[in-house]
């Protein structure tokens, strides 16, 4: 939401709440609105989102993976990776191997940012395997190249980029 790029977090909070009083995109608002009070140090509001975005369809996948990044932010890197599992199986179970593949990126590059090399490839192994979605690759090459496992990561972004040659993203990314 373009407010809350502009630090306008108040003005966010406003339209947030009115799409809901609408019942517009409940699950993406309750994750903002959980966003903002992070922001904010309000643990009690994001909490209360939280929540209630886990009570709706796909709620618990997305909350999961929300609290697993959250978890990494604060350096609780054991809840980080229980909520990132919880995440990916939630997705599983959804037949949504896309989401999960990831979620394994995801966690590639926090494990390689802590310098947990060997699980970090392990990650981002896994996640190519379950999704060939371009951000989920790239996640996995960066946190390759992170770990230090340069030629994965350099081959993981040279294939991507023969793959999608007039993809923006990855064409930028890649070079």
């Keep these: 939401m373009a407010y809350m790029g502009l630090n306008r977090l ?17 699950l993406g608002n309750h ?3 959980a966003a903002i009070a992070w922001v904010q140090n309000d643990a009690a509001e994001m909490e209360k989102h939280l929540e209630a975005a886990k009570q709706l369809p796909g709620g618990d996948m997305t909350v999961s993976g929300t609290r697993s990044a959250i978890a990494a932010c604060r350096g609780q890197i054991k809840a980080a990776r229980d909520f990132g599992q ?5 997705a599983e179970r959804l037949g949504l191997k ?10 590639a590059l926090i494990e390689a940012i802590v310098l947990n090399k ?3 490839v392990e990650d981002a192994v896994e ?6 979605a371009p951000i989920a690759v790239l996640i996995s090459a960066l946190a390759l ?9 350099e081959d993981l972004a040279s ?9 923006t993203i990855v064409r930028f990314t890649c070079w």
């Design 10 to 26: 108040d003005e966010a909070k406003a339209i947030l709440n009115q799409a809901l009083e609408r019942k517009l995109n409940p």
């Design 86 to 90: 919880k995440s990916r199986e939630a």
């Design 145 to 153: 190249a992170v770990a230090g496992d340069d030629k994965k990561a």
């Design 98 to 107: 896309e989401v999960a593949g990831s979620e394994y990126s995801q966690e």
């Design 127 to 132: 996640s190519v395997k379950m999704s060939q």
């Design 31 to 33: 994750l903002q609105l």
């Design 159 to 167: 294939i991507l980029a023969q793959k999608r040659p007039y993809d």
């Design 118 to 120: 060997s699980r970090a």
